[in-house]
């Protein structure tokens, strides 16, 4: 049964960079056909995608964020990353990650817990 | 980017009756595989999102049957049969048609 599981430091100053990793256990972040992406939803509110990849380096970022996202992906850790930089307050939300399909299949199943990182000086 | 729009933001229904979640896309789904590329899910508190429906109307394995999915043109509706006190949550939509993948503002759901 595939599982992920996020993890990364919960407060962040703002200005700094936000870093996540999402480590997968009960499959490969190599198989394919998957993405994997990240979402996030601020506390309250609703869902907002941030972005995916590719395990070979293809990367879809939301152009909303996307001049502050970087993701890749560690084959050998079965693990994948989120980096968001010069972070706000607006940052401060529960970060998911999950696994995608690919093609056609671009529905998001399943998700990690969830990590709660907030923004605050 | 194609908005979602849910209605209602909440809904209380007695346990037993039914529920009507309603999504609207703000253009077509419909891709040429002849499939409209939408997906619904259930959060319940403190827990993540899980997948329940995909293609408007293919009930992920698993998930009960009282949950369906219909399609109408650009709106979609998730109707829960009969309302368990396990089905309290919130449910969101989701396309997949384009990027960015865009989700409903959520319909939060609760017993009458």
């Known amino acids: 049964q595939l599982q992920l599981q996020g993890s990364g430091p919960r407060l962040v100053k703002p200005s700094e960079a936000l870093s996540l990793t999402c480590t997968v256990s009960g499959g490969s972040v190599a198989s394919s056909p998957y993405y994997w992406g990240w979402i996030r939803q601020p506390p309250g509110k609703g869902l907002e995608w941030i972005g995916s990849l590719y395990y070979r380096g293809t990367t879809y970022y939301n152009p909303s964020l996307k001049s502050r996202v970087t993701m890749s992906v560690d084959t050998s850790n079965n693990q994948f990353s989120l980096n968001l930089s010069s972070v706000t307050a607006a940052d401060t939300a529960v970060y998911y990650c999950?696994?995608?399909?690919?093609?056609?299949?671009?529905?998001?199943?399943?998700w990690g817990q969830g990590t709660l990182v907030t923004v605050s000086s | 980017d194609i908005v979602m729009t849910q209605s209602p933001d909440s809904l209380a229904v007695s346990l037993g009756e039914r529920a009507t979640i309603s999504c609207k896309s703000s253009?077509?789904?419909?891709?040429?595989?002849?499939?409209?590329?939408l997906a619904w899910y259930q959060q319940k508190p403190g827990q993540p999102p899980k997948l329940l429906i995909y293609?408007?109307?293919t009930r992920e394995s698993g998930v009960p049957d009282r949950f369906s999915g219909s399609e109408s043109g650009t709106d979609f509706t998730l109707t829960i049969s009969s309302l368990q006190a396990e089905d309290v949550a919130l449910y969101y939509c989701q396309q997949y048609y384009s990027t960015p993948w865009t989700f409903g503002q959520g319909t939060k759901v609760e017993i009458k």
């Open positions: 253009q077509s789904l419909l891709y040429s595989n002849n499939k409209n590329h």
């Open positions: 293609w408007a109307s």
């Open positions: 999950a696994r995608q399909g690919t093609g056609y299949n671009n529905w998001f199943d399943p």
